[in-house]
Each structure stands twice: as structure tokens, then as C-alpha cells.
């Protein structure tokens, strides 16, 4: 499918690379839900777009209603001549910010619509919710599975693998997650929706439905670093102390500092880590 997305309304040259500005508005765009077919090339309540990554010129969302990933390449260069992957016109007119993006599907199960659990190539994977998404550094995708209770790995291939949190079976039979920290496959989530990533590769998880902030380490190492699990609140304080409610979107700076959506609380949090300094000795 093609979307045409407004990204500026100001002329700019034609070989001037997307700006934040520009990814801002792509991001704005792609998330918008119920519009005209004509304006995004996505028929009404089609899609219920939910998580964003960017990695370079790349895009990526999850799709929670058809239960897949959906990608996408940006075009570099945006003047009205540029060409885009499929060698066709980028769609932008002069004196315009218009961007057109083919969308298609990266991975997940083929017809979508399908919810479920399994691993596997980028068509026999299956997903039940998928919210958040991030990039790391070296292209490949984490979601978070959010009714499977579980977080996989993508690589750049579509192929796809449970990277942390234990599949306890469909919802129908009980599963509703549950919290338990240790090492990849030997723990519980509940509900994770928000994933960020910080310079090392620690990935950062909103366990909404346990009400914390969870880390995994590049070696698969759960983690409870903040908030009380199943005790929903409104608190600031030491980060086991403090508590969240119901925290959606998390994001991580450059200084490892952690920002959180706390939803139910209708405010955004920062988690500061605690630095150590070490002094030198005097010879």
C-alpha cells in the first residue's frame, strides 16, 4: 500500500535529507487512525498502528490490529525528480513536504488478522498485540508482544525470536501474565507495551500490567529496576519505592536517564541513575 504523508509546508531544496521535524511529522502520519483512504492509503479503521522505531532512513510500527510488522524506506533526497526504492516519483511537489512511503509488511502471519504465538520465519511468525518497537544498533527490531506477555527479537530477515518473558498460553486458558525476574525464557511479564534501548544494548521494558520498569541486559538479565510490582500508585522516591500506574512509553538519553509515560497517572516520570564517582588515589 502507499501512504502520502505531509512531512512540511515551507519550499526547501530538493537535496536536503528528512529533518526530526520531517520524521516527527512521518511519525504523526502513520499513527493517525480513521482517515480517508484517499489522504493515507490505508482504508478506514484498517490498521491500529501503536509503536515507532527508526533506525537511519528506515521505519518501522506495529500493526495491532493485523498482528504484524510493517517497514518502510525513506527516500534520502525529497526533491520532485528524486526517485524512490520501487524507481518511481518520491511524490513531492515543489513547494511541498510530501512524502510517499510504500509500507509493507515485514514480518508476522500472512493473511494478517491472525493473533497467536510462534516463532519462526518472517510468515510463520505470529504475534498477539505487538506495541512497542525499537531498533538496536545493528538493525535488528524488539517488540513487545504485548498479549503474549512476551518480548521477541526480529532480526534484519523478518526471522523471529522470544528474547525475554515466558509464554504461558492464550488467554483463554489463563494467561495473564504474571512477574518473576531472571534470565530470558525464566521470567513474567504482564502486558509489557513500551520498549527503548540505551547505548550499551540494555533494553528498557513498561511492564504495565505489574506496574514497573523492567531492564534486560544483552545477556537475556531481567531485572526490576523501579516501581513495586502489583502495587499501582502514585509515588516518587528510591526506585523500589516508587510506584507507577499502568506506565505505557518509556525512553531512554544518552546519560542512561530513563523517561516514563506513567498513564494512569497522567504524568511523565524520569528515573536517574545513580553514578559513582570513583576518585584517584595519590601516588
Wanted: glycine residues 12%; contains cysteine; hydrophobic residues 30%.
Amino acid at each position: 500500500r502507499r501512504i502520502n504523508l505531509t512531512a512540511a509546508h515551507e519550499p526547501q531544496p530538493s537535496t536536503k535529507e528528512p529533518t526530526y521535524e520531517d520524521y516527527a511529522a512521518i511519525a504523526q502520519s502513520l499513527c493517525e487512525n480513521g482517515r480517508d483512504s484517499g489522504v493515507y492509503g490505508f482504508e478506514k479503521h484498517h490498521v491500529l498502528p501503536f509503536g515507532l522505531a527508526v533506525n537511519g532512513s528506515r521505519v518501522a510500527l506495529t500493526d495491532s490490529v493485523e498482528q504484524i510488522i510493517r517497514t518502510a524506506a525513506l527516500p534520502k533526497r525529497i526533491g520532485p525528480d528524486d526517485k524512490d526504492m520501487d524507481g518511481e516519483k518520491s511524490g513531492r511537489e515543489e513547494g511541498y513536504g510530501e512524502y510517499k512511503v510504500t509500507m509493507k509488511p515485514f514480518t508476522g502471519w500472512q493473511p494478517s488478522y491472525y493473533h497467536g504465538y510462534q516463532d519462526g520465519n518472517n510468515v510463520e511468525t505470529q504475534f498477539n498485540a505487538p506495541h512497542g518497537i525499537v531498533y538496536d544498533r545493528r538493525g535488528n527490531l524488539y517488540v513487545a508482544d504485548t498479549s503474549n506477555h512476551v518480548i521477541r527479537k526480529v532480526d534484519r530477515h523478518g526471522n523471529s525470536r522470544t528474547w525475554a518473558g515466558f509464554h504461558m498460553g492464550p488467554r483463554t486458558l489463563g494467561n495473564d501474565g504474571g512477574h518473576h525476574d531472571g534470565v530470558a525464557l525464566l521470567v513474567d511479564f504482564k502486558f509489557p507495551m513500551g520498549l527503548a534501548i540505551d547505548l550499551i544494548g540494555n533494553l528498557y521494558v513498561a511492564d504495565s500490567g505489574n506496574h514497573v520498569i523492567r531492564k534486560i541486559s544483552p545477556s537475556r538479565e531481567v531485572t526490576t529496576i523501579a516501581g513495586r510490582p502489583g502495587l499501582p500508585g502514585d509515588q516518587v522516591g528510591p526506585s523500589l519505592v516508587a510506584k507507577f500506574k499502568e506506565p505505557i512509553g518509556v525512553a531512554v538519553d544518552r546519560n542512561g536517564d530513563i523517561f516514563v509515560a506513567d498513564s494512569g497517572n497522567h504524568c511523565i516520570k524520569k528515573i536517574q541513575l545513580v553514578r559513582h564517582r570513583h576518585k584517584k588515589k595519590k601516588l
